[in-house]
């Protein structure tokens, strides 16, 4: 019975599946977009968006237990650094998997493309985060642009119950 294991085998031992994790999150970390098989994209979504969680908090033992994960050290300040303060107003949802259409020649293999969002050079613009989009709306009526707001966009007289 399969009950309360983390991870996905992705035909691998442990020591490999972890050092390939490792690997891959360094490079996340370094590129910021890599291009990788579905399943191992989604495996490492859980990885990427706890790196950024930890350096959120930015606290020296945030940064060690991230110095066990991440395998070069001037990508570990650069999560800290970059990645951190650029994520500080955004809870969770930091990266995205965006599936390709064309398979990898050889095995047939789903191809994913898995990027940090809010970031230049992004394929898709992300929805900006609660916090962000009220600013945003400030700073359009300060242009003299209104804002749609959702009260506005219901009919007179219906009840939005």
Do not use: C
């Amino acid at each position: 019975m399969r009950k309360r294991i983390a991870f996905r085998k992705l035909s691998r031992t442990t020591a490999h599946k972890w050092a390939m994790l490792r690997n891959m999150v360094t490079s996340l970390i370094k590129h910021e977009r890599i291009v990788t098989t579905v399943p191992k994209a989604k495996e490492l979504k859980h990885i990427a968006e706890q790196m950024v969680t930890l350096a959120k908090k930015g606290t020296l033992h945030h940064r060690r237990q991230a110095e066990r994960v991440v395998q070069e050290k001037a990508m570990t300040t650069k999560l800290f650094e970059v990645l951190g303060p650029r994520y500080q107003d955004r809870q969770g949802g930091y990266t995205r998997i965006l599936q390709l259409s064309k398979r990898r020649k050889g095995d047939n293999a789903p191809m994913a493309v898995m990027e940090y969002v809010d970031r230049p050079g992004e394929i898709r613009a992300a929805r900006p985060p609660k916090a962000r989009r009220e600013n945003l709306a400030d700073v359009l009526r300060e242009v003299g642009i209104e804002p749609l707001v959702e009260e506005e966009l219901t009919v007179e007289g219906e009840d939005t119950k």
